[in-house]
């Protein structure tokens, strides 16, 4: 067995011998440990962005009181941004949604299918996620849909508090070089 003074007798040896050494050492050991944090973090959302609804470029279409499914479904497939369609009945939608909420979550409980309609879930093609606006009023415009739902991208969700951010410092920025640029037009000269 190993004794912790012992160890801590070698580490001190060490911190006293090669101080510089010991010092670099440290900010590498911190270094990779901040890495690892950040590669664990970065799994752990990936694995829960892809369990958020809307976050893969998925639709949903709720249908109307009485829809022609198969004419929806026709008209959502020929469009070229999906790539998949699947049906979605109303007592499925209600499993998904106790899924989705928890299953002692009293929004869902003692839910009737009833109240839900039926559904389809669109699934786009990753190079027009971008255009989930526009491809969602095409898909609200086809007769027997009531209405389109998706939830914004997560990335974007992820980001937004970084854009106030980045767009002041920005202004910053172009306040900065606007009196520079004013300060050399008068012939005062501005220091760096």
Request: charge should be positive; include cysteine.
């Amino acid at each position: 067995m190993i004794r912790v003074y012992s160890i801590l007798k070698l580490l001190f040896r060490g911190l006293r011998r090669r101080p510089l050494g010991s010092l670099f050492a440290f900010v590498a050991w911190w270094f990779a440990l901040c890495q690892l944090i950040l590669v664990i973090h970065a799994v752990n959302l990936a694995g829960q962005v892809k369990e958020v609804r809307g976050t893969t470029s998925t639709l949903i279409a709720y249908l109307g009181p009485s829809p022609d499914t198969r004419a929806v479904r026709a008209g959502v497939s020929l469009m070229e941004e999906v790539r998949d369609v699947v049906f979605i009945p109303r007592q499925e939608g209600v499993e998904r949604l106790r899924k989705w909420m928890g299953e002692d979550n009293p929004l869902v409980e003692g839910l009737d299918p009833a109240v839900l309609p039926d559904a389809f879930e669109i699934t786009l093609k990753p190079a027009y996620a971008g255009r989930i606006d526009d491809i969602a009023g095409r898909v609200r415009a086809i007769p027997g849909v009531d209405d389109v739902r998706y939830d914004p991208d997560a990335v974007h969700l992820l980001l937004d508090p970084y854009h106030l951010k980045i767009h002041s410092i920005e202004i910053y920025r172009l306040s900065v070089d606007g009196y520079r640029h004013k300060s050399i037009m008068n012939g005062r000269g501005v220091h760096s």
